[in-house]
């Protein structure tokens, strides 16, 4: 959904699509980029494939917004490094990360495969003036969020709290 998303994103602000990370198969990035080329818009992207950690933070502390249009996840984990680096994020508002994240400015979600919606947020974020963008990243409840996702201790023992709190309104149980 990606090539969708920038084609929108470009009708309202100027931007480059810097992605990371690797594809499950050849087949999948073949056919990216071919997406990429049918919507017009693969001189706005940036390749940069997998990173070792230190390079990847640095790429996601100059971006402006990470645009995370996931169907499946329980825990974000690149959400949360997103906001670490001081990057609001973008995402379907799927049970998961509402879970996680929901309540947090620098987090905005989007119902599920809007694209329209997710580019919308995406080119208001590039947009924002600077003190309304700092806000987001600098909110008590983001500076709170991190401290206490700070180590994988924290995040196990949040995640855990979640499930026996699932597990506590299950019928099942």
Same mark, same amino acid.
């Given at each position: 959904?990606?090539?969708?998303?920038?084609?929108?994103?470009?009708?309202?602000?100027?931007?480059?699509?810097?992605?990371?990370?690797?594809?499950?198969?050849?087949?999948?990035?073949?056919?990216?980029?071919?997406?990429?080329?049918?919507?017009?818009?693969?001189?706005?992207?940036?390749?940069?494939?997998?990173?070792?950690?230190?390079?990847?933070?640095?790429?996601?502390?100059?971006?402006?917004?990470?645009?995370?249009?996931?169907?499946?996840?329980?825990?974000?984990?690149?959400?949360?490094?997103?906001?670490?680096?001081?990057?609001?994020?973008? *995402?379907?508002?799927?049970?998961? @990360?509402?879970?996680? =994240?929901?309540? #947090?400015?620098?987090?905005?979600? &989007?119902?599920? +495969?809007?694209?329209?919606?997710?580019?919308?947020?995406? *080119?208001?974020?590039?947009?924002? @003036?600077?003190?309304? =963008?700092?806000? #987001?990243?600098?909110?008590?409840? &983001?500076?709170? +969020?991190?401290?206490?996702?700070?180590?994988?201790?924290?995040?196990?023992?949040?995640?855990?709290?979640?499930?026996?709190?699932?597990?506590?309104?299950?019928?099942?149980?």
């Amino acid at each position: 959904e990606l090539p969708s998303i920038l084609k929108s994103v470009l009708g309202r602000t100027e931007t480059k699509l810097v992605v990371i990370g690797k594809f499950f198969s050849d087949w999948e990035k073949r056919h990216f980029f071919d997406l990429l080329e049918q919507y017009g818009v693969r001189d706005r992207v940036i390749w940069k494939g997998f990173l070792p950690r230190a390079s990847l933070f640095d790429e996601v502390s100059r971006a402006k917004v990470l645009v995370y249009p996931s169907h499946f996840d329980n825990f974000p984990y690149v959400a949360l490094e997103s906001l670490a680096c001081g990057t609001p994020v973008v *995402a379907y508002d799927i049970p998961g @990360p509402r879970s996680v =994240y929901g309540g #947090l400015p620098a987090v905005r979600f &989007v119902r599920e +495969f809007d694209t329209e919606a997710m580019a919308e947020q995406a *080119a208001r974020l590039l947009k924002a @003036p600077a003190p309304d =963008y700092e806000a #987001l990243i600098n909110d008590e409840r &983001v500076i709170v +969020f991190l401290r206490s996702h700070s180590s994988w201790d924290d995040v196990a023992k949040s995640v855990a709290e979640l499930i026996f709190q699932l597990a506590a309104r299950s019928r099942f149980t």
